[in-house]
């Protein structure tokens, strides 16, 4: 850990702690460069799905792993577009939730706050945050799949064929514009990350399984660079035996939590 980190977070050492919360926030100071890693556990209170959850529905019989990957889309791409059009109603009507909320705030009582999401949801640049990387890309968005050139709503809501065809290839085909199980990361976000985690004071996990590489990699590089490694989860992950702090809740109580305390902080 830092120096500078260090001495922040034994400040008040002889005050009474309440808890993990009071830790971290006297961690997080107006000079601390905080990156948050969010997966989908950080929307789970928004009513999106995490893949562990049971799918519902039509969707129960088949497993995520199973719809999201280039085979099972070469195989039966209807299904596969099918599949991320319900999920795409799903992100539609989901509503940023109080955790989404406290990190837009808490970037103003920090120097930098950098979002790197694992979330194809778009729902952290819904609520305000200002810097968002993400490392998986986003399913309200499409490409085609051979050129991978973007293709526009406009054209989608006019096209016939599920799934619809691309403007851009004859052989093209529509597709979420997210990263497939077996896809590389789009390699400038994943670059970007890793400076950051290499450069912050503070890395806080939140609703990752840790599990999904190359993202899984990221809390260990910025405690391996020497930050204080924090993380928010209702249960324990294979990364929580590796943690400075660990607050065992939910991320919307956790942060709300978190960014009441840092308000109450004096100046
Ligand atoms: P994961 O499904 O592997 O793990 C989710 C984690 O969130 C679990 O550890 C769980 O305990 C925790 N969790 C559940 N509810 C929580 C809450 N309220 N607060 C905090 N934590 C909570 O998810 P992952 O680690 O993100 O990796 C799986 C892949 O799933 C990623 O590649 C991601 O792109 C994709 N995915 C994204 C979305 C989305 O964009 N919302 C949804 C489903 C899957």
Known sequence: ????????????????????????????????????????????ESGIPTFRDAQTGLWSRFRPEDLATPEAFARDPERVWRWYEHRRDGVRAARPHAGHRALVDLETRVARLTI?????????????????LELHGNMLRSICSVSRKPISETWLSTAEDVPPRSPHASEGLARPDVVWFGESLP???FHEAVGEVNNCDVCIAVGTSALVQPAASLPMIAREAGALLAEINPV???????VDVFLREPAGRALTQLLSIMQAMPG
């Open 187 to 189: 390699e400038h976000a």
């Open 116 to 132: 790197v999401t694992q979330n194809v949801d778009g729902l952290h640049q819904r609520s305000g945050s200002q810097r968002v």
């Open 236 to 242: 324990p992950t294979p990364l929580s035996d590796h």
């Open 1 to 44: 850990m830092p120096v500078a980190v260090e001495k922040a977070c034994q400040e008040g050492a002889g005050q009474v702690m309440s808890g993990a919360a009071e830790t971290l926030a006297r961690c997080c100071k107006p000079s601390t460069r905080l990156v948050i890693l969010s997966g989908s556990g950080m929307s789970a």
